[in-house]
């Protein structure tokens, strides 16, 4: 069975700390993607990559910036968290090819800043 | 600026009756519409899709209708059932674009 999975399912963090949130995906997929989802608000994608090493900004990049350097692997980062970024954060990837299949998500980091 | 809405936050139905979720977007680029269920603490799973070529498609209890001179899209959940108790997500994407964008999410509750 395809996963993508999310290291943390819950995590509180002090207001400043440096936060780490990592995503593994074992289908080989090229293209994965953070969101984080909010009451009211819906999804939405804060960064995605495409490949080894790309990265692209999504609509609410402010505050995170994330690695790839595996193409398993995608982890956003939280340079200095705030009590405004207490969300759950999603983490999906999906192939280049039949992409019009979707997203396959993980389980979610709900991230509590205090 | 919300490209995809879903204008009903939450939505309560008897079990056994009908499920109608609603979803609007702007973009008319968008060819592609997928729905998502989300469980408390869980990842969105996907339900079902449809394209724009076509303006219905059914999998089971689910069905979902498309009316592009409108720019709206619906779930049908029939009968609906307790386990349907979710937060349901629209999202589109354009055959030109690699991302999908979701909507807002509706809460379904379905009442024994």
């Known amino acids: 069975d395809v996963k993508v999975t999310q290291s943390s399912r819950y995590l509180v963090k002090r207001t400043g700390e440096k936060v780490f949130l990592e995503c593994v995906q074992d289908?080989?997929?090229?293209?994965m993607f953070w969101y984080r989802q909010d009451p009211g608000l819906g999804l939405r994608l804060i960064y995605f990559?495409?490949?080894?090493?790309?990265?692209e900004k999504g609509d609410i990049p402010e505050g995170y910036s994330v690695s790839r350097e595996k193409k398993e692997r995608f982890s956003l980062i939280l340079e200095s968290a705030s009590t405004n970024q207490t969300s759950m954060y999603l983490c999906?990837?999906?192939?280049?090819?039949?992409?019009?299949?979707?997203?396959?998500f993980g389980s979610g980091t709900r991230l509590t800043v205090v | 600026d919300q490209q995809v809405k879903q204008n009903s936050p939450s939505l309560s139905v008897q079990e056994g009756r009908i499920s109608i979720l609603n979803c609007d977007y702007t973009n008319s680029m968008f060819d592609y519409f997928l729905w998502y269920k989300k469980y408390p603490a869980e990842g969105p799973t996907f339900l079902i899709s449809i394209s724009s070529i076509k303006d219905k498609n059914e999998d089971g209890r689910f069905t979902v209708f498309l009316n592009k001179s409108a720019k709206h899209l619906s779930l049908h959940i029939v009968p609906s059932q307790p386990g349907d108790s979710a937060v349901y997500f629209c999202a589109a994407s354009a055959n030109t674009g690699n991302q999908f964008y979701f909507g807002t999410g509706t809460s379904l509750t379905v009442i024994p």
């Open positions: 990559s495409y490949d080894v090493k790309m990265k």
């Open positions: 289908m080989d997929h090229e293209n």
């Open positions: 999906a990837s999906r192939p280049t090819e039949y992409f019009r299949y979707g997203y396959t």
